[in-house]
């Protein structure tokens, strides 16, 4: 027969290691809801930090064609001013061969 000491003994230990062993299933159950909780958290933020990369983006864009439409018109008055003044030059030019021409007619008379 086993003495009723030694059954105490072994009843505690075994009672304390159920206790163990849920509170080891309590403290998973919780871990699992909160590892899903974080999860659905870490799902939304990174939603967010994609909407945000692609406004971002999106801005960014928007920006770069308003500068490159900026400076092909720069580039176009700038070459169009090029143009004007070549032209002038030319006019001139001819304008003073004119100039020449009816001075030469003017002493043929």
Do not use: N, W
Not at 4 to 21: C, H, R
Not at 27 to 56: E, G, P
Request: contains cysteine.
């Amino acid at each position: 027969m086993v003495p009723v000491v030694f059954q105490a003994e072994v009843i505690d230990q075994t009672d304390a290691q159920l206790k163990k062993e849920r509170l080891y299933q309590a403290a998973t159950h919780v871990m699992v809801q909160r590892s899903a909780v974080l999860q659905i958290d870490l799902d939304q933020t990174a939603d967010m930090l994609c909407k945000t990369m692609q406004d971002a983006i999106y801005q960014e864009t928007q920006l770069l064609e308003a500068q490159t439409r900026c400076h092909q018109e720069r580039h176009l008055r700038v070459t169009g001013m090029a143009v004007v003044t070549a032209l002038t030059s030319k006019v001139e030019l001819q304008q003073q061969k004119l100039s020449a021409m009816e001075s030469l007619v003017a002493g043929c008379r």
